[in-house]
């Protein structure tokens, strides 16, 4: 026996969807409430974009100058109006307030497509809910990133592909929603591709598919023209500049092992660590395959909107197996993952529980153990919202004790016009009154050929850049190696100013998040003339030129 909602009390599920995301967004809040601003350096690019955007009106990290640095076109634009209609207001109330309005919408939006593809309550209440007590899933939301609107768009847009009310809206509507889809990041494009190719199969006919591609082209078109005049490439830079220092290569990674290294980091660190908090693998394993298992109940369905959302996110994450196989700081490359596992887990234990209850005869049983099987999942979910409640604390501090204190020591003791290095360019671009010049391959598509072949610091003396504020932690010098920046015998870094996070907080946050180094550096950089380099030092120079010319 199964019972599905009662269209006529729709609105009290409609209530009790809201006020768990609610109740979600609350338990993460209370992180805020003695340091406002955000766990990740990457959100403060995004607000210098926009900033620039309304003071210098051009798209850009770099003042004044037409130029990358945010992979998320729509979301940059969004944020400017903060600075249009806010200008004195704090920089993270305005995508706090967004980003919780549009993660209940995603609760709403899963409500809808699950009565509307006609799936049991049990099914139905943990497809819409649960999600909202993820804390890794609630975290994002306070980010200042665009994947909560991301993931909003993908819902509107395969809720609104299966509508069919006999006009041209529905299609028109979903063609708007896969055109932000794919202004809000580049990989939205293939979702158009997937509702495309099943549009016979969703009850679309070829000119519904022509009226949504044209309204999603008249979105997708300018965002790609943007990013031919600040990248070379319909593709933002801050991707190949991302792939680089996740791989050491800026080439598509496709094979084998990229795919195995996504699945490994999404198993032990997105899975086991981020959402179990365990590493006892015969455990984790076993909840894993259960989610799968839930995964093909849903995609037993197809073509429902729930299938085609399973089937959207499946596609999302092989993609990121090619391009970036990566699930980034907090998982939030891989949102999809972050809703759907929950529901997953809960949808095939009450599968499961529906299935023995047929075998023994026993419907009331059956019933029963369905909605404890969505409880546990539910407490099991609910468990992870004090972790990240602490995460989010304590990766806000980490920023505002690093980058934010480094840049505003900066501004006090350099003027405006110093030109400076930076790898970590989000706070430090937005609170530093100097000119920052990125490291990362983020802003800068002439900088690219330099960081692949190893000549950053040409790159550097080229544009008279005579400090750098390097990320590290101790005596690891990853990035300034990456960068032959650190050991390399032509020139010498001075330090001058170094800041750090308070350990406990910083192990905690960069446990889940890996979110950023506990120190920020701040160098001199001292060219060493060729007389005073020892033999050895010259020889190993040369090795380190030769190994870094480009392929």
Not at 44 to 50: D, L
Not at 443 to 467: F, K, M, S
Request: glycine content about 8%; some cysteine.
């Amino acid at each position: 026996m199964t019972v599905r909602p009662d269209s006529k009390s729709c609105w009290r599920w409609v209530l009790l969807v809201a006020s768990v995301y609610i109740f979600g967004l609350a338990s993460l809040g209370v992180a805020l409430r003695n340091n406002l601003g955000f766990p990740l350096d990457d959100s403060w690019i995004h607000q210098v974009i926009a900033r620039n955007l309304v003071e210098f009106h051009t798209f850009g990290f770099t003042p004044g100058v037409a130029s990358s640095g945010s992979s998320s076109t729509l979301w940059s634009l969004v944020l400017a109006l903060n600075y249009l209609l806010f200008p004195h207001a704090s920089p993270v109330y305005f995508p706090l307030a967004l980003n919780s309005l549009m993660l209940i919408a995603c609760g709403l939006l899963l409500w809808h497509m699950a009565i509307a593809d006609g799936l049991p309550r049990a099914e139905a209440l943990a497809l819409a809910l649960l999600p909202g007590l993820s804390g890794n899933l609630i975290w994002l939301a306070f980010t200042g990133m665009e994947h909560i609107m991301f993931l909003t768009f993908s819902l509107a847009a395969i809720a609104l592909w299966f509508r069919r009310d006999g006009t041209i809206w529905p299609s028109a509507l979903a063609g708007l929603a896969l055109g932000a889809l794919g202004a809000t990041r580049p990989e939205g494009l293939a979702l158009c591709g997937l509702l495309f190719v099943f549009y016979r199969q969703c009850g679309r006919s070829f000119a519904d598919v022509v009226r949504a591609g044209v309204v999603a082209a008249m979105f997708l078109v300018p965002s790609f023209l943007l990013n031919l005049k600040t990248s070379g490439a319909l593709l933002p830079v801050t991707l190949r500049g991302r792939r680089f220092m996740y791989s050491g290569s800026d080439k598509l990674h496709v094979g084998r092992s990229s795919f195995r290294g996504l699945i490994l980091n999404t198993y032990k660190d997105v899975l086991a660590h981020n959402f179990f908090h365990t590493h006892t693998g015969w455990l984790v394993t076993a909840l894993v395959a259960l989610a799968f298992y839930g995964l093909l109940v849903l995609l037993r369905r197809f073509t429902s909107r729930a299938a085609m959302l399973c089937l959207w996110a499946t596609l999302d994450y092989v993609a990121y197996c090619v391009t970036l196989p990566e699930p980034g700081h907090g998982g939030r490359y891989q949102p999809f993952v972050l809703l759907l596992f929950p529901p997953l887990l809960a949808i095939a234990l009450v599968d499961l529980s529906r299935r023995l209850a047929r075998r023994i005869g026993a419907p009331r049983a059956g019933i029963a153990l369905q909605w404890v099987s969505v409880g546990l999942i539910a407490v099991l979910t609910a468990a992870t919202l004090p972790r990240w409640e602490a995460v989010l604390r304590d990766g806000t501090a980490v920023i505002d004790t690093t980058h934010e204190r480094l840049a505003l020591w900066i501004s006090d003791n350099y003027p405006p016009n110093t030109r400076m290095a930076v790898f970590d360019i989000g706070a430090i671009g937005y609170f530093a009154n100097v000119q920052v010049v990125d490291l990362g391959g983020l802003v800068d598509r002439n900088y690219l050929p330099y960081l692949i072949a190893g000549r950053v610091p040409d790159y550097l003396q080229e544009r008279g850049v005579e400090y750098v504020i390097l990320p590290h932690t101790g005596s690891e010098t990853h990035f300034g190696d990456l960068l032959h920046l650190l050991h390399n015998p032509a020139l010498r870094l001075v330090p001058i100013h170094t800041v750090a996070a308070d350990p406990i907080a910083w192990r905690n946050a960069f446990a889940y998040t890996g979110n950023a180094f506990q120190e920020q550096t701040l160098y001199r950089i001292v060219p060493v003339p060729p007389s005073e380099q020892s033999p050895a030092a010259t020889a190993e120079a040369t090795r380190i030129a030769a190994n870094a010319q480009p392929e």
